[in-house]
T-cell receptor
Framework: GAVVSQHPSRVICKSGTSVKIECRSLDFQATTMFWYRQFPKKSLMLMATSNEGSKATYEQGVEKDKFLINHASLTLSTLTVTSAHPEDSSFYIC?????????FGSGTRLTVV | AQRVTQPEKLLSVFKGAPVELKCNYSYSGSPELFWYVQYSRQRLQLLLRHISRESIKGFTADLNKGETSFHLKKPFAQEEDSAMYYCALSTGGGNKLTFGTGTQLKVEL
């Protein structure tokens, strides 16, 4: 079945630095990928829809200048958390639409210290 | 805008008992409904989608448009069914998924 690889699985960074998270579709082409944020014991909150070759569509309340999304190829989307602060610490998950529905990456645990 | 409601945060049942995880939705068009499962320390996995009408791991879900529901059912719970279950809705065509808040299923011996 479809596989989405997300990297890194964990990252710790200093406040004020930027962190890039990669999401790859391994055996299919994904024109659309999605980025979610999951708070402890809470549901997934959609942050943005990433479209290959065009600008991402951000959900209301998500700062596009803080969460930069690039979808330069049909198999790779990246999320860069710029000037990270402790409140950005969270679990970030990517997803891609495939023939069966939506396949999810394993998530990235970001800790900003 | 579409919305998905899962009224139970936690559902605890005994092994062998029937399970029903509730999901209601609101959407004016024809939705695509999904159930996803997240086992401890694992990624979200697709369990069911309503258009395929499959039974996976003994789970079934029927879309009831009159009641705008997509409840997940299993006649006999197994210990390995303990996990977090999310109901989700898409407006189709690979559009974004809207998730419910999830129900933690705990199957006790």
């Amino acid at each position: 079945g479809a596989v989405v690889s997300q990297h890194p699985s964990r990252v710790i960074c200093k406040s004020g630095t930027s962190v890039k998270i990669e999401c790859r579709s391994l055996d299919f082409q994904a024109t659309t990928m999605f980025w979610y944020r999951q708070f402890p014991k809470k549901s997934l909150m959609l942050m943005a829809t990433s479209n290959e070759g065009s600008k991402a569509t951000y959900e209301q309340g998500v700062e596009k200048d803080k969460f930069l999304i690039n979808h330069a190829s049909l198999t790779l989307s990246t999320l860069t958390v710029t000037s990270a602060h402790p409140e950005d610490s969270s679990f970030y998950i990517c997803s891609a639409a495939d023939n069966y529905g939506y396949t999810f990456g394993s998530g990235t645990r970001l800790t900003v210290v | 805008a579409q919305r998905v409601t899962q009224p139970e945060k936690l559902l605890s049942v005994f092994k062998g008992a029937p399970v029903e995880l509730k999901c209601n939705y609101s959407y004016s068009g024809s939705p695509e409904l999904f159930w996803y499962v997240q086992y401890s320390r694992q990624r979200l996995q697709l369990l069911l989608r309503h258009i395929s009408r499959e039974s996976i791991k003994g789970f079934t879900a029927d879309l009831n448009k009159g009641e705008t529901s997509f409840h997940l059912k299993k006649p006999f719970a197994q210990e390995e069914d303990s996990a977090m279950y999310y109901c989700a809705l898409s407006t189709g065509g690979g559009n974004k998924l809207t998730f419910g808040t999830g129900t933690q299923l705990k199957v006790e011996l």
